[in-house]
C-alpha cells in the first residue's frame, strides 16, 4: 500500500512539474542547452516569405550566413501585408518576439520601439563599433525618441506595371511620363471595351496602393504626408475625393469583377497572365515577375501613374521604410547577441544587399552593384530615370488599426454602403 | 485492495488535483481576467489596460449596436441551423447506408472519416481553389459541362454562404458518421431479425427500430454539433479572411479575432469572446433539454 501511495505521488509530482515546467519562462542564456558561440539558433522574422520577388535572394543570404558561421536560422517570414504588421506585434506585446526582426520603420514599428523591446544602433555600436559602419548614418531611420533602431534595406518604389500585350491589342499607348488622368480614364474604356479587365487590384486586400495615389492626385507633393484631423480639413477632403476617384473607378467597371472578393495574388496573376492591363505595384514585385513569369518579361513594363490636378505623372511613392532591427530579448542573451549581430552585417552587406536590389535606392555609402539587368528590371530602371519626384507613403504615417479601418472600408464606399467622410472619419478616429 | 482505493478519497483528490490546476491556470482564470478586460480599455494584447472604458459597461452597449457583430451573430446560428440539418443529417444517412452493407464497410468509414486528419487551413487553401474565380474547379467544371457562360464569384454576397457553409459541413460529416455507425453496431442484429419476422423491413426497420435505438447516440451528436459550430473559426478564416464579403461573412469567431489581433481593439474582443460563451452555454443547455437522453431505451 505504502509503495503505491509513493507511486502515486511520485506520478502526480511528476505531472504537476511537468505543467509547471511548460509555464515557465528562462531568459536566461542557452549555452546550457548545449549550444556554442558557433552554434546558435536566432529566430528570424522578415517580409521575405511567401511569393516576395526577394524570397530566394533571402535564402541564399540566410544560407550563406549559416555557412560561414555555423549558427540555425528560424526563419518565421511571412508575406507583408496589415495582418502581418498586427502579428509581429501582438508577438513583441506577448514576448515571443524572434530575435532579428525585419520591419518598417515608421508609425508601425512606434509600438515596441517605445516598449524597449529593440536596440538602438548607437548602443550596438558601443560593443561592436563596426555594426552599420557601410550605411550613410544620415539615411538611418529616426524613431519617435530620435535614436536610430534599424539598419536600412534597399529602398523601394510604387509605380505602375502595364501589360503591353494587353494594351497593344486594344491599341493604347504605354503611358509615358505625362500620362493623365482624363487619358486614362478613355483607355480603361477601350481595354474594356475589348473583354479585358483594365485594372488589376484587390479592393478586399491591397486598395492601398490606389489610394496612396489618389491622395497624391488630390493633392501636392508637399502636402502629401498631411494627416487630416477629420473628414472635413484640408488632407480630408484629400482623402475624401482619393476614396470618391476609387469609387468612380469601380462604378465604371475598371477594377476585376472579383475585385471585392479576390485575393493580391489573384489579381496579379489576372495582370501577369495578359487578362488586365494596369497593375500598381511596388518595386518588390519586380522579382516575382522574374521568378514566375521569366519567358514573358517583354509582355510588361513599369510606367506611370496617370496625374490629375497639380501632381505630374512622373511623380511616385518611393523610399527606404524597411531595416532589420535586434530585440532587446536577442542583444540581452549572451549567447545570441553576437550571432544576431552578426547576421545584420551579414543581411546588410554591400555583397548582399547587391543581390537584393536592381533599380531601388539604398544607404550603402559604397551604393548597390547589382548584375546585368533583366528587361523588366531595365523597364523600371528606365522609367525610374524620369521620376522627377519622390514621396513616402502617407499610410506608413498613421497606425496600424487606422490603417486596417480605412483599407477595410474601401469595399463599403465602394458599393455604397458607407459615404467617404464616414470612411476618412471612422479611420481618424483610431489614429 | 480496490474497495480500499476507492474509499480512502485521498489519492483520488491528488490525482485530481494536477488537472484541476490545470484548469485553473489555463481556462477560469483567463476567463475571469477576459470579464475584467471586457469593461478595461485595452488597445493591443499584453499591453496593460489603460483604465476602464468610458462608462465601464461601453463594450456591452455597443454589442447591441454594433451592425457588423449583428451579421456574425446571423451566420453563426445559420451555420448552427445548417450543422444540425445538413452535417448530423448526412452523416445519418451515410451510417445507415454504410451499416446496410457488408462488403467495403470499413472503406466507407475511413473515406468518410479521412476529412477530419486534415488540417483546416489545408483544407480552406483547397476549397480556394476549388471556388476560385478564374480557373477555378468548379467554374471550369460547370463552364465545360455548359451551364454557365461567365465565371461565378462563389464569394460574392449572392454566394458567399454556400461557400463558406459547405467546407464546414464536409468536413465534419465523417465525425458523426463515425459515431453514429459506432451507435448502429450496438443494436442487436437480434432485433432486427424479430423486427423483420413481424414484417417490418427496409425503411419501416430504420423508423421504428434504429432510428429510436440510436436516439441517445443522436442526441449527443446534435449537442456536440451545434456548440461545434459556434466555435467555428479556421477554415472560413482561410477561405474569407475579415468579413468577406463587404462585411457580410463574418462569424463570432472570426469578428472577435478580427478585433482582437487585427484592430487592437482588445477590450471589445474580449466582450465578443465572453458573448461567445454564453452563446454557448445556452444553445448547449437548450440542445441538452430538446435532446435529452431517455434512459429507458
Redesign the interface.
Known amino acids: 500500500?505504502k509503495k503505491?501511495?509513493l507511486l502515486?505521488?511520485a506520478?502526480?509530482a511528476a505531472?504537476?512539474s511537468g505543467?509547471l515546467a511548460g509555464?515557465g519562462n528562462d531568459n536566461k542564456p542557452s549555452n546550457s542547452g548545449g549550444q556554442s558561440a558557433s552554434n546558435v539558433e536566432l529566430t528570424v522574422v522578415t517580409s521575405y516569405g511567401g511569393d516576395d520577388g526577394n524570397r530566394k535572394n533571402y535564402e541564399n543570404a540566410v544560407k550563406s550566413y549559416e555557412d560561414a558561421t555555423g549558427n540555425k536560422i528560424l526563419d518565421a517570414s511571412d508575406s507583408s501585408n496589415?495582418?502581418w504588421k498586427?502579428?509581429v506585434?501582438?508577438d513583441?506585446?506577448?514576448?515571443t518576439e524572434p530575435d532579428v526582426l525585419f520591419f518598417f520603420t515608421n508609425a508601425d514599428a512606434e509600438?515596441f520601439v517605445q516598449a524597449g523591446k529593440v536596440v538602438d544602433i548607437a548602443t550596438i555600436r558601443a560593443a561592436y563599433p563596426d555594426y552599420a559602419d557601410n550605411m550613410r548614418d544620415s539615411m538611418l531611420a529616426s524613431a519617435v525618441d530620435g535614436k536610430n533602431y534599424a539598419v536600412p534595406s534597399s529602398g523601394f518604389w510604387e509605380n505602375m506595371f502595364v501589360n503591353t500585350k494587353v494594351l497593344a491589342d486594344c491599341g493604347v499607348a504605354v503611358p509615358g511620363p505625362d500620362y493623365t488622368w482624363d487619358q486614362f480614364l478613355k483607355d480603361c474604356e477601350a481595354i474594356k471595351a475589348k473583354g479585358y479587365s483594365p485594372i488589376a487590384c484587390s479592393l478586399?486586400?491591397v486598395p492601398h496602393y490606389w489610394f496612396e495615389f489618389a491622395v497624391m492626385n488630390n493633392g501636392t507633393l508637399e502636402n502629401h504626408l498631411d494627416i487630416p484631423a477629420s473628414a472635413d480639413d484640408a488632407a480630408g477632403q484629400k482623402w475624401v475625393a482619393a476614396l470618391n476617384d476609387i469609387k468612380d473607378l469601380y462604378e465604371k467597371g475598371y477594377f476585376p469583377?472579383?475585385t471585392?472578393?479576390?485575393t493580391d495574388a489573384?489579381t496579379v496573376?489576372?495582370f501577369a497572365d495578359g487578362?488586365a492591363a494596369f497593375l500598381i505595384d511596388g518595386s518588390w514585385k519586380v522579382n516575382h515577375f522574374v521568378d514566375n513569369y521569366g519567358d514573358q518579361l517583354d509582355n510588361y513594363a513599369i510606367a506611370y501613374v496617370p496625374a490629375k490636378g497639380q501632381r505630374k505623372a512622373s511623380e511616385a511613392i518611393g523610399g527606404i521604410s524597411m531595416g532589420y532591427f535586434i530585440t532587446k530579448k536577442a542583444w540581452d542573451d549572451p549567447a545570441k547577441q553576437a550571432a544576431a549581430v552578426e547576421f545584420v552585417k551579414h543581411m546588410t552587406s554591400d555583397e548582399v544587399m547587391s543581390t537584393f536590389v536592381t533599380t531601388e535606392v539604398t544607404a550603402l555609402k559604397n551604393g548597390a552593384s547589382p548584375a546585368g539587368l533583366n528587361a523588366l528590371q531595365q523597364a523600371a530602371a528606365d522609367a525610374n530615370a524620369n521620376i522627377t519626384g519622390v514621396v513616402g507613403a502617407v499610410q506608413d504615417t498613421v497606425s496600424?488599426?487606422c490603417k486596417?479601418?480605412l483599407f477595410?472600408n474601401v469595399?463599403?464606399v465602394v458599393?455604397g454602403?458607407m459615404s467617404a467622410e464616414e470612411a476618412v472619419n471612422s479611420a481618424i478616429a483610431?489614429n | 485492495m480496490g474497495p480500499t482505493l476507492y474509499r480512502k478519497k485521498g489519492p483520488l483528490i491528488v490525482f485530481l488535483l494536477p488537472a484541476f490546476l490545470f484548469l485553473i491556470l489555463f481556462l477560469y482564470y483567463p476567463f475571469l481576467q477576459n470579464i475584467w478586460n471586457s469593461f478595461s480599455h485595452i488597445t493591443g494584447l499584453g499591453t496593460p489596460a489603460q483604465g476602464l472604458n468610458q462608462p465601464w459597461y461601453g463594450n456591452y452597449v455597443t454589442l447591441f449596436t454594433d451592425p457588423k457583430l449583428r451579421t456574425a451573430l446571423g451566420n453563426t446560428v445559420l451555420l448552427t441551423l445548417c450543422t444540425v440539418v445538413f452535417q448530423v443529417g448526412i452523416a445519418l444517412i451515410l451510417a445507415l447506408l454504410v451499416d446496410s452493407i457488408h462488403v467495403g464497410a470499413q472503406l466507407f468509414r475511413t473515406l468518410y472519416f479521412f476529412p477530419i486528419v486534415i488540417s483546416a487551413t489545408a483544407l480552406g487553401l483547397m476549397f480556394n481553389l476549388i471556388f476560385l474565380f478564374n480557373g477555378g474547379m468548379l467554374n471550369q467544371l460547370l463552364s465545360n459541362l455548359g451551364l454557365i457562360s461567365q465565371n461565378i464569384d462563389w464569394k460574392d454576397t449572392d454566394h458567399f454562404l454556400f461557400t463558406m457553409f459547405a467546407p464546414v459541413m464536409w468536413q465534419y460529416v465523417g465525425f458523426y458518421f463515425v459515431i453514429l455507425v459506432t451507435g448502429l453496431n450496438n443494436i442487436s442484429q437480434d432485433l432486427y431479425e424479430a423486427a423483420a419476422l413481424d414484417g417490418c423491413t427496409g425503411f419501416s426497420q430504420v423508423r421504428y427500430v434504429t432510428l429510436p435505438l440510436l436516439r441517445n447516440v443522436l442526441c449527443t451528436c446534435l449537442v456536440l454539433a451545434i456548440t461545434g459550430a459556434l466555435k467555428v473559426f479556421d477554415l472560413p478564416w482561410v477561405m474569407f479572411g475579415a468579413g468577406m464579403p463587404q462585411d457580410q461573412g463574418w462569424l463570432t469567431g472570426t469578428y472577435m479575432y478580427d478585433q482582437t489581433f487585427n484592430r487592437g481593439n482588445v477590450d471589445y474582443g474580449s466582450t465578443i469572446a465572453i458573448l461567445i460563451v454564453v452563446l454557448g452555454v445556452l444553445f448547449s443547455n437548450i440542445a441538452n433539454r430538446v435532446f435529452k437522453p431517455r434512459d429507458y431505451i
Open positions: 500500500m503505491k501511495k502515486a505521488l506520478l502526480t505531472l504537476v505543467i509555464c496589415e495582418e498586427a502579428k506585434l501582438t513583441f506585446q506577448t514576448g509600438p478586399f486586400e469583377v472579383n471585392l472578393t479576390a489573384e496573376q489576372l487578362e496600424s488599426e486596417a479601418d477595410a469595399q463599403n458599393t454602403k483610431q
